[in-house]
């Protein structure tokens, strides 16, 4: 399930799941291109991936009332 597509807009930037890989830095160079006004920014996702999901299904849910 480890996969680059599971990066996450946010406001200024984007976040893309690492993996601790040399195809981590193609990864972000490639979604730099496509997104050249934000920033790119790195989080480690393989303890995610050992829970079988990633960045993107981390932050798909709140419970009610954490955001107002």
Known sequence: PATYANFLIINGAVLLPYYNS???????????????????????CLPLIKQHGSLHCVTMQYPEGVIS
């Open 22 to 44: 040399p195809k981590d830095e193609l990864a972000k160079d490639a979604l730099q291109q496509a997104f050249p006004d934000r920033e790119i920014i790195g989080i480690d």
